[in-house]
């Protein structure tokens, strides 16, 4: 698929848009010019192509915020993670959707595209990405020594009635 044709099919809502060197491979967020892998730096410049991240992301370490900052009063408590994409690059943002104590490394999360903070009574909104819960989140961890070899609707079950 072009790459042209790639971006008009993929959805703007996770503006998740970076860039990637075919040259080695490797991908950037946000995007790059140029390869600082590659040692010819100045060839790499042709080499670089957009680069649309799929959104999804494991949480690699997190902190629970209480004492926000000045616009993100409301929001407290909240998780802010570092999350890493199976393209590679590592983002930080906001975990939503999901309770701080539920919250665990390992934690598979898509990403979402909302308001991030609005500037005064009628100011500015600010819109970005943030973190919510995948659809398998609820399956993934830590599934214990009892979770081991039943049925996933089971677990699940067990999950919803604890
Ligand atoms: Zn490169």
């Not at 040259?23 to 790059?32: E, I, L, N, Q």
Request: charged share 20%; glycine share 8%.
């Amino acid at each position: 698929m072009s790459i042209a044709r790639f971006w008009r099919e993929t959805p703007r809502r996770y503006n998740l848009g970076g860039s990637k060197c075919t040259s080695c491979g490797t991908v950037y967020f946000p995007p790059r010019a140029v390869c600082p892998v590659c040692t010819h730096h100045r060839q790499s410049i042709e080499k670089m192509v957009p680069f649309q991240l799929s959104g999804e992301g494991t949480v690699l370490s997190f902190t629970v915020v209480h004492d926000a900052a000045e616009g993100f009063e409301m929001q407290t408590p909240y998780v802010l993670a570092l999350v890493k994409t199976p393209e590679g690059p590592v983002l930080t943002g906001q975990v939503v959707d999901v309770r701080p104590e539920e919250v665990a490394i390992g934690f598979k999360v898509r990403a979402t595209f909302r308001k991030l903070r609005e500037e005064g009574r009628a100011g500015v909104i600010h819109y970005g990405y943030k973190f919510a819960p995948s659809e398998d989140s609820t399956a993934a961890p830590p599934l214990g020594p009892a979770a081991a070899g039943r049925p996933a609707e089971a677990v699940a079950r067990d999950r919803a009635t604890s």
